[in-house]
């Protein structure tokens, strides 16, 4: 059987040229006598609405350049159980820290080429798809600011300039919560719940998350005192911050969160909003190559 490609590619973020990673991949299939179609995205026909009204049952692969964002627009738009390819062209690219696709394109496109399928579970949040994780609190707060304020910096380099800026000052919010079937009340800083481990590019919220468990991380993170914030932060990056007795960890296949006006969320790095969430896992929902 003929494989049969559909690229959607992100041309407003990237750290890579996409005309070079086009070019490269497209130079790829024709010597493979692969069939393909590229499709770019844009502010009015975002991957979601892309992949959703273009992909249908002839196509065989999923192909995504970009970053975590796009990923998760393209993913909910697979109305079919095709393999998902990764090409990492974001700012932060967090999820494919949880999979060994190579660092260059080279081993990308091999991937591609001859990788393994690989079963991973997905979340869902309010009816939407999530492949990394959603953060509440500290960390949606973050994603707001970026969305409204403007920044020379890119990359983990703007996420970690925000974190700074804002560090000292957020103050803990109430979230009131049902974590499989067990109502709790706690004053916290941020709340992650996690299918991969890593945030913001570099934050290891939840290190010891596993895509293929059938179970989803939680991270809570209780009221520290701004200076204490300042000379821990390096534990967030290392994914030991669970030696501070203001973090605590567990897991759980349902979570409500009630609604609460004052805390912002991201969904796999996108601005999700403010709850009521309804966050659940989809286990073995998606199909992705990794190496073989």
Same mark, same amino acid.
């Given at each position: 059987?003929?494989?049969?490609?559909?690229?959607?590619?992100?041309?407003?973020?990237?750290?890579?040229?996409?005309?070079?990673?086009?070019?490269?991949?497209?130079?790829?299939?024709?010597?493979?006598?692969?069939?393909?179609?590229?499709?770019?995205?844009?502010? @009015?026909?975002?991957?979601?609405? +892309?992949?959703? !009204? &273009? =992909?249908?049952?002839?196509?065989?692969? /999923?192909?995504? #350049? *970009?970053?975590?964002?796009?990923?998760?627009?393209?993913?909910?738009?697979?109305?079919?159980?095709?393999?998902?390819?990764?090409?990492?062209?974001g700012s932060g690219n967090d999820f494919v820290k949880?999979?060994?696709?190579?660092?260059?394109?080279?081993?990308?496109?091999?991937?591609?080429?001859?990788?393994?399928?690989?079963?991973?579970?997905?979340?869902?949040?309010?009816?939407?798809?999530?492949?990394?994780?959603?953060?509440?609190?500290?960390?949606?707060?973050?994603?707001?600011?970026?969305?409204?304020?403007?920044?020379l910096l890119k990359g983990p380099a703007k996420y970690?300039?925000?974190?700074?800026?804002?560090?000292?000052?957020?103050? @803990?919010?109430?979230?009131?919560? +049902?974590?499989? !079937? &067990? =109502?709790?009340?706690?004053?916290?800083? /941020?709340?992650? #719940? *996690?299918?991969?481990?890593?945030?913001?590019?570099?934050?290891?919220?939840?290190?010891?998350?596993?895509?293929?468990?059938?179970?989803?991380?939680?991270?809570?993170?209780?009221?520290?005192?701004?200076?204490?914030?300042?000379?821990?932060?390096?534990?967030?990056?290392?994914?030991?911050?669970?030696?501070?007795?203001?973090?605590?960890?567990?897991r759980c296949k349902h979570l409500h969160i009630d609604?609460?006006?004052?805390?912002?969320?991201?969904?796999?790095?996108?601005?999700?909003?403010?709850?009521?969430?309804?966050?659940?896992?989809?286990?073995?929902?998606?199909?992705?190559?990794?190496?073989?």
């Amino acid at each position: 059987m003929t494989r049969r490609l559909f690229i959607v590619a992100n041309p407003s973020t990237g750290t890579k040229h996409l005309e070079y990673i086009l070019r490269e991949l497209m130079d790829f299939c024709v010597a493979r006598d692969l069939e393909f179609e590229i499709f770019l995205t844009a502010a @009015s026909q975002n991957a979601w609405k +892309t992949v959703e !009204k &273009h =992909l249908d049952e002839s196509y065989t692969d /999923l192909v995504v #350049i *970009g970053g975590d964002g796009t990923l998760n627009e393209a993913i909910n738009g697979l109305k079919y159980d095709i393999p998902v390819s990764i090409i990492p062209n974001g700012s932060g690219n967090d999820f494919v820290k949880n999979i060994n696709i190579g660092h260059d394109l080279e081993d990308q496109i091999q991937v591609l080429r001859s990788g393994k399928v690989k079963q991973i579970d997905l979340g869902i949040c309010n009816g939407r798809k999530f492949i990394n994780g959603v953060g509440v609190g500290f960390d949606g707060q973050i994603v707001a600011d970026m969305q409204q304020k403007k920044s020379l910096l890119k990359g983990p380099a703007k996420y970690y300039a925000f974190v700074l800026r804002i560090l000292a000052t957020y103050k @803990s919010r109430t979230f009131r919560f +049902t974590q499989d !079937k &067990h =109502l709790q009340q706690k004053e916290l800083i /941020l709340m992650t #719940i *996690g299918n991969g481990t890593t945030f913001g590019g570099s934050f290891k919220l939840t290190p010891e998350a596993e895509i293929n468990d059938s179970i989803l991380d939680v991270c809570e993170i209780g009221k520290i005192s701004g200076i204490k914030r300042f000379f821990n932060i390096h534990r967030l990056k290392e994914g030991t911050h669970n030696r501070l007795p203001e973090v605590h960890f567990s897991r759980c296949k349902h979570l409500h969160i009630d609604e609460n006006p004052d805390l912002h969320a991201h969904i796999d790095g996108e601005y999700l909003g403010h709850p009521p969430f309804e966050i659940g896992i989809l286990p073995n929902a998606l199909k992705i190559r990794v190496k073989a």
